[in-house]
T-cell receptor, first 116, second 112 residues
Framework: ETGVTQTPRHLVMGMTNKKSLKCEQHLGHNAMYWYKQSAKKPLELMFVYSLEERVENNSVPSRFSPECPNSSHLFLHLHTLQPEDSALYLC???????????????FGSGTRLTVV | RKEVEQDPGPFNVPEGATVAFNCTYSNSASQSFFWYRQDCRKEPKLLMSVYSSGNEDGRFTAQLNRASQYISLLIRDSKLSDSATYLCVVVMFSGGYNKLIFGAGTRLAVHP
């Protein structure tokens, strides 16, 4: 266990479905992140929440909708996805008060999403 | 130009070999540097930090050259268990959080 828990681990969904990915951490971190990792591509930062406020949204299509109800939980709501959205979706968390060095960045195990 | 560039490999080496990976980054304001390891279908895990003075952790040595914006990782006496993808990561601290920028990774396959 990494301290950051993601559910589900695997998800297969149709293009018309609505589903949500969940991320939970109890490390006392105040920043949470969603990353996407497609085959043979670098991890792409999708969203950042710092102190429960969205501080970065990297031109992600609106079919991905994040939600951060509190500093321990992060969701990614999915609707009308495309097959090219199939990827590994990783959640991470970190403290907000450390610069570089030992910054305590921790990844979850990821949700492997397949859109059919 | 990509923010972080790595040779994708794969590097196929026999057990016991020494192998070196390189990485370049484009933003001179980058503040911290790391190597991560990612096993197939798993999340990335921190391998080691990278400093200008160089740092060593057992068989692994990392080095940073800020002037050239170049990072390296050396693995000595390779083991089968070293087979993985190695990700070069640069960090910017901005707006109250650490932004990690990943390279696409270099794949290493160690064979008997």
């Amino acid at each position: 266990e990494t301290g950051v828990t993601q559910t589900p681990r695997h998800l297969v969904m149709g293009m018309t479905n609505k589903k949500s990915l969940k991320c939970e951490q109890h490390l006392g971190h105040n920043a949470m992140y969603w990353y996407k990792q497609s085959a043979k591509k670098p991890l792409e930062l999708m969203f950042v929440y710092s102190l429960e406020e969205r501080v970065e949204n990297n031109s992600v299509p609106s079919r991905f909708s994040p939600e951060c109800p509190n500093s321990s939980h992060l969701f990614l709501h999915l609707h009308t996805l495309q097959p090219e959205d199939s990827a590994l979706y990783l959640c991470a968390s970190s403290p907000t008060d450390r610069r570089g060095g030992d910054y305590g960045y921790t990844f979850g195990s990821g949700t492997r999403l397949t859109v059919v | 130009r990509k923010e972080v560039e790595q040779d994708p490999g794969p590097f196929n080496v026999p057990e016991g070999a020494t192998v070196a990976f390189n990485c370049t980054y484009s933003n001179s304001a980058s503040q911290s540097f790391f190597w991560y390891r990612q096993d197939c279908r798993k999340e990335p895990k921190l391998l080691m930090s990278v400093y200008s003075s160089g740092n060593e952790d057992g068989r692994f040595t990392a080095q940073l050259n800020r002037a050239s914006q170049y990072i390296s990782l050396l693995i000595r006496d390779s083991k089968l268990s070293d087979s993985a993808t190695y990700l070069c990561v640069v960090v910017m601290f901005s707006g109250g959080y650490n932004k990690l920028i990943f390279g696409a990774g270099t794949r290493l396959a160690v064979h008997p």
